[in-house]
């Protein structure tokens, strides 16, 4: 797409396409997205429920069901996979879950061992990675990402039955960032807490991009939280397509598409009416030639069934797939 400077990326991905098997159809649920991560920046996608967010996710992570079909390129430095069907494949992003790329998701309870102490499943992370290191420097090294994460020391050896719901997304995150990744992809990780914790983990992730220099890429379908995240660039996503992207004062606060707009415009803490997007308004099967949004874009026109928009530019570092707003001077 274009939509940012990819020089020193740790993250670069190209085309990514995902798409699932449902009985003799083929659903497409992320097509044609590429984007960008570098140290020590955050990027946030943004999206309602169903428009992709996830798939891509896992499918950067290497972790898509067997069902799914990827193509594309992911590059993590010079690691390129572009042939998502080999073992090779499989083995080499098995090498870089964990050292180079960690992913936290949404559902804490299931993704830490109920049967193994928090210290104990951030050693087995350690030493699979590193297997030279001594006990003592596992010890040293859980300590600091604790401290780092604002979790008291006793939470080493605690089970995940004894820790409250933000502790355990920080438990899980502390695992994540046990091999000192370089790169985070964090999917929906707040959905299930107060507003309270929801803000005590936004300034951590802040905190790991300024202080670690961690690349991070931020999934959320909530607009509140991608304004307080410190991100350099914004993604929309509407079934499985951007929609619009660029810095985050272009996206948040220049907002073109009117899918942003009105996903912006459903914050349910604002003040003015609402507009609130329900289930059923999703075009989870855009009409084919049609624009993705068509069916619920109160600006649509006939043009827009019979013309798909592409992703342009229409000033520095900022992008929309409309037909209709204003184009950058060349």
Request: charged share 25%; net charge neutral; with cysteine.
């Amino acid at each position: 797409m274009g939509q940012t400077d990819r020089r020193n990326a740790l993250l670069q991905v190209d085309r990514l396409n995902v798409s699932y098997s449902v009985g003799t159809r083929s659903v497409t649920a992320v097509r044609d997205i590429s984007l960008a991560v570098r140290a020590g920046e955050i990027v946030a996608l943004l999206g309602e429920s169903g428009s992709g967010k996830s798939s891509l996710a896992r499918a950067i992570v290497g972790l898509s069901p067997k069902e799914a079909t990827v193509s594309g390129d992911i590059r993590y430095g010079n690691h390129l996979i572009s042939d998502f069907d080999t073992d090779y494949q499989e083995k080499l992003f098995g090498r870089l879950r964990g050292r180079i790329v960690a992913s936290v998701f949404q559902d804490a309870a299931a993704a830490l061992h109920p049967l193994m102490t928090v210290g104990k499943q951030m050693a087995d992370v350690m030493t699979e990675h590193f297997p030279s290191l001594t006990n003592s420097e596992v010890r040293v090294k859980s300590r600091h990402i604790l401290k780092l994460l604002h979790l008291p020391p006793e939470a080493k050896d605690a089970y995940p039955h004894e820790l409250s719901g933000g502790q355990k997304q920080r438990a899980m995150l502390a695992i994540a960032l046990a091999a000192r990744p370089r790169l985070l992809v964090a999917d929906e990780m707040t959905s299930a807490l107060d507003q309270k914790t929801k803000n005590v983990l936004l300034d951590l992730v802040n905190g790991l991009a300024l202080l670690e220099r961690m690349g991070i890429l931020y999934i959320t379908h909530d607009p509140k939280e991608a304004e307080t995240l410190c991100a350099g660039r914004v993604i929309v996503m509407y079934a499985g397509e951007c929609m619009e992207a660029g810095s985050r004062e272009h996206v948040l606060e220049g907002t073109l598409h009117p899918y942003t707009k009105r996903l912006l415009d459903s914050d349910p803490a604002k003040a003015e009416r609402q507009t609130v997007i329900t289930a059923g308004e999703r075009v989870t099967s855009p009409m084919e030639g049609a624009c993705p949004y068509y069916s619920a874009c109160p600006r649509r026109t006939s043009y827009c069934r019979m013309e798909k928009p592409f992703l342009q530019k229409v000033k520095e570092d900022h992008y929309v797939r409309c037909h209709y707003v204003p184009m950058e001077d060349d």
